[in-house]
């Protein structure tokens, strides 16, 4: 038997990345990779230090999470989530998200007849996740797309992701409270990728008073019940630790529980030394707010040569990229792009919403991002 997989997105951009990287650039730099939103920043010594500590790591690890790993993602949602009731023993930590965005329909026990919903413009590990359970995944854009509800039309599954990848839109307390409400009436489990929310750059506007997105588990739009929902979460942005593979799942206990208990049997355990990283990098905001400042320098920069290339940034108020369009093909966009030796994603990579969208990523260098958007100013 074989998976029914789309082709890897990424591996259909080598075209253009060679068209891109032949172009002699002024500044003598070369290509500039936008593509993809991988950190180039140090990992913060105080995770580096807490990993080494740990290096000593004869004895198999807890699936579960060690008790202070588990305490200090409960304190993390107290105080950068504005979730201050989330109990410790809803959180397991995972081998990064992207693993359990893959599985988390398999680990719930889904299966061919059941529906995947997911956002149009979205990450396309939530269609193969469902793809991998035998699942049809399902575009849901409102629940007014649903249309009339049956036993064989309603999603088990419902994914949010807010804030976006790859749009960097960021859902509302009375949205997601609506989402919640609706989901419980029809016994949906609702799970929340919020992996940049400590990325929201509506702050340095001063139209939002909290320091990142509303969270799927926050009380407002829970009505005080975790029951039904949960938030996947990874470091690798925020911290720099893409490569520690370090994220958590949290929520419903019993949905928690569930999960714990496949994945104790499949040996899906995160790695000892990454889970004193992560206990360490969760109680250390302050080098968050250093890469979150170093981030927006980036953005403001490359925001500037984008508009003036000619194209409009939409939503786009959080997270690690600028989601642009000049209204033509996306891969006319990037053909454009690379005439200046700018490597950026197709929007149809999320998508058929994202057809006539760029995806362009704040992940480089401050050198290349200056150099990119000095580029993309030139001649403009």
Same mark, same amino acid.
């Given at each position: 038997m074989s998976l029914a997989l789309p082709d890897f997105p990424w591996d259909s951009l080598a075209p253009v990345k060679e068209r891109a990287s032949s172009v002699a650039t002024p500044d003598g730099l070369g290509?500039?990779?936008?593509? !993809? /939103? #991988?950190?180039?920043?140090? #990992?913060?010594?105080?995770? @580096?230090?807490? $990993? *080494?500590?740990?290096s000593d790591a004869g004895g198999y690890p807890q699936t579960w999470g060690t008790p202070a790993l588990r305490?200090?993602?409960? @304190?993390?949602?107290?105080? *950068? *989530? +504005?979730?201050?009731?989330? %109990?410790?023993?809803? !959180?397991?930590? #995972?081998?990064?998200?992207?693993?359990? !965005?893959?599985?988390?329909? #398999?680990? $719930?026990? $889904?299966?061919? +007849? %059941?529906?995947v919903g997911f956002p149009s413009a979205a990450y396309p590990t939530y269609d193969v996740g469902a793809r991998l359970a035998g699942a049809t995944p399902k575009v849901v854009d409102g629940l007014a797309a649903l249309g009339p509800l049956t036993p064989s039309t309603t999603p088990k599954l419902l994914w949010l992701n807010s804030p976006g990848n790859p749009t960097g839109q960021v859902l509302g307390v009375e949205h997601l409270a609506k989402v919640v409400a609706w989901a419980r009436r029809n016994g949906v489990v609702v799970a929340s990728d919020e992996c940049y929310a400590e990325l929201d750059w509506r702050t340095e506007r001063g139209s939002e008073t909290s320091p990142t997105t509303p969270s799927i588990l926050d009380p407002r739009v829970t009505g005080g019940s975790h029951e039904g929902l949960l938030c996947v979460y990874s470091l690798s942005k925020q911290s720099n630790l893409a490569g520690y593979r370090a994220a958590f799942v949290a929520g419903d206990p019993a949905l928690v529980g569930r999960l714990l208990e496949v994945r104790k049997h499949a040996g899906m355990i995160v790695p000892w030394p990454v889970q004193v990283a992560l206990t360490a990098a969760l109680g250390d905001p302050a080098h968050v707010e250093a890469q979150k400042a170093v981030y927006a320098a980036r953005r403001a920069t490359?925001?500037? /040569? !984008?508009r003036a290339f000619g194209l409009d940034v939409t939503h786009s108020d959080a997270g690690l990229y600028l989601w642009a369009t000049a209204g033509e093909d996306a891969w006319t966009t990037l053909g454009r792009l690379a005439e200046r030796g700018i490597l950026a994603a197709p929007g149809t990579f999320y998508g058929a919403a994202g057809a006539q969208h760029v995806r362009i990523a704040l992940t480089a260098s401050d050198e290349h991002i200056s150099a990119a958007a000095a580029r993309l100013s030139a001649g403009s």
């Open positions: 290509l500039v990779d936008l593509s !993809v /939103g #991988t950190p180039v920043d140090p #990992t913060p010594e105080v995770v @580096q230090e807490a $990993l *080494r500590s740990a305490e200090a993602v409960a @304190q993390w949602f107290a105080t *950068r *989530r +504005g979730v201050p009731d989330l %109990d410790p023993a809803g !959180v397991l930590p #995972t081998i990064g998200s992207k693993e359990l !965005v893959a599985w988390l329909p #398999t680990l $719930l026990g $889904l299966g061919p +007849g %059941d529906i490359l925001l500037e /040569g !984008v």
